[in-house]
């Protein structure tokens, strides 16, 4: 089973662009990368999924290299909103998928 | 939407109370989890079920139980409530995909306090 490997915790100022990076060595070839993206006393929700090279949506975008060995999460012109736990995810979609989760990192976005 | 609720926001037992966390989702997802969060420990899995009637272990099944008898609910046993299993709890669910990855579906969490 894959394990993700994430930043604590990240810095960062209003109308920044943030960039998380998720390393997951371990990742099997059926594979898909998601992120979660968690507010306090809510549960997470999904933001983004890709298998490789590059994904987009109206949110975030998700790069992913050749190798598929880390993935890194995109937030274009942050707001103080995007303060939140996030969370990278690796896995199949099949049956009896445990789907463990890594300890997350916490963006702040600062004023 | 897909929507995965939890019967209980908030609750307070005592030590050694047998405790039930319902779940429930609308979407004919196959697969259920039960996570547990505290805080700088991330999301744990306790156990997780692909079908009814069927579970399997996560990272920390020790102390608590499941059942699914039916498919779209899914509860969590806590047999003996202790103070160390004060928590927020997760449940969530998901579709089979295979080859589709995954999209999990949380509730909005279960806060329990054991005193």
């Known amino acids: 089973l894959a394990k993700t490997t994430q930043p604590i915790s990240m810095d960062s100022y209003e109308g920044q662009e943030v960039n998380i990076t998720c390393s997951h060595n371990n990742i099997a070839t059926n594979d898909y990368i998601t992120w979660y993206q968690q507010f306090p006393s809510q549960g997470p929700r999904f933001i983004i999924q890709?298998?490789?090279t590059k994904v987009t949506n109206e949110v975030a975008s998700l790069f992913i290299p050749a190798d598929r060995k880390s993935s890194t999460l995109s937030l274009p012109r942050v707001s103080l909103s995007d303060t939140a736990v996030y969370y990278c995810l690796v896995g199949d979609g099949g049956a009896t998928n445990k789907l463990i989760f890594g300890t997350g990192t916490l963006l702040a976005v600062q004023p | 939407d897909v929507k995965v609720t939890q019967s209980s926001r908030y609750l307070v037992k005592r030590t050694g109370e047998k405790v039930f966390l319902e779940c429930v989702q609308d979407m004919d997802h196959e697969n259920m989890f039960w996570y547990r969060q505290d805080p700088g420990l991330g999301l744990r899995l306790i156990y997780f079920s692909y079908d009814v009637k069927m579970k399997e272990k996560g990272d920390i099944p020790e102390g608590y139980s499941v059942s699914r008898e039916k498919k779209e609910r899914f509860s969590l046993i806590l047999e003996s409530a202790s103070t160390n299993q004060t928590s927020m709890y997760l449940c969530a669910s998901s579709l089979t995909q295979d080859g589709a990855g995954n999209t999990i579906y949380f509730g909005e969490g279960s806060w329990l306090t054991v005193v």
């Open positions: 890709g298998y490789k």
